[in-house]
């Protein structure tokens, strides 16, 4: 069993502490993770319990921990993911996968590090999902499909074949991205859009079809 800790101590990190549970459970007698508790830079959270499982503290009780403690990223702004994975990068942690064993996957999918993939997806054939990816449940990522990382996909999106989604994407729940469509990299897509045509990056796009409503700085 290995030891596991998770950066930050809102509402996905409360998920994420589910997920734990439901992958140890499905392996009676030979759980995998042990969780340890959460870090959080906010201070008025020091000292709580989540679902039963402590606040550690900050940045300082992140290094106090053995090297062996594996941490997993649970944010949902992708910059301020980015950045709390470059601050315990830089202390040498290394990052765990969270996989629901209810998830569908083909034997060519290829998911790296610090993803977390939630109840109920499916993914086809020919797959690459990059490091720190969040996939919420019932999302479907069709074949050839990319998702650079930091990206997180909302509940429920669909994916289409051969979409590359660009690093630090916001995908939102219920959103539908068609066959072979690109959205550039910290692209936001509001939910229940449908991405019909190619978006820039550092934009956001809502509705049916999907329409560029602002487009920020590169």
């Given amino acids: 069993m290995k030891d596991l800790i998770i950066l930050g101590a809102g509402g996905f990190s409360r998920e994420a502490s589910l997920l734990v549970e439901e992958i140890n459970n499905s392996r009676p007698g030979k759980d995998e993770w042990n969780l340890l508790g959460f870090i959080d830079e906010d201070e008025s959270k020091w000292g709580m319990e989540l679902r039963g499982y402590p606040v550690l503290g900050g940045w300082a009780a992140l290094a106090e921990l053995p090297a062996e403690v594996s941490a997993i990223c649970v944010v949902g702004e992708p910059a301020a993911k980015n950045k709390l994975v470059d601050l315990a990068g830089a202390q040498g942690r290394q990052f765990a996968t969270l996989i629901h064993p209810q998830v569908e996957t083909a034997g060519d999918i290829f998911i790296g590090k610090g993803v977390l993939i939630n109840k109920g997806c499916l993914l086809?054939?020919?797959?690459?999902?990059?490091?720190?990816?969040?996939?919420?449940?019932?999302?479907?990522?069709?074949?050839?499909?990319?998702?650079?990382?930091?990206?997180?996909?909302?509940?429920?999106?669909?994916?289409?074949?051969?979409?590359?989604?660009?690093?630090?994407?916001?995908?939102?729940?219920?959103?539908?991205?068609?066959?072979?469509?690109?959205?550039?990299?910290?692209?936001?897509?509001?939910?229940?859009?449908?991405?019909?045509?190619?978006?820039?990056?550092?934009?956001?796009?809502?509705?049916?079809?999907?329409?560029?409503?602002?487009?920020?700085?590169?």
């Fill in 124 to 218: 086809t054939v020919n797959v690459r999902i990059g490091d720190h990816v969040l996939v919420n449940p019932g999302c479907g990522i069709g074949h050839d499909a990319i998702i650079e990382p930091y990206t997180n996909l909302m509940w429920r999106v669909n994916i289409s074949g051969a979409v590359n989604v660009g690093k630090g994407c916001m995908i939102g729940t219920g959103a539908v991205v068609l066959q072979g469509k690109t959205i550039g990299e910290w692209t936001a897509v509001g939910a229940g859009a449908v991405v019909t045509k190619d978006l820039p990056p550092n934009c956001t796009a809502v509705g049916i079809p999907a329409k560029v409503i602002s487009q920020g700085k590169g």
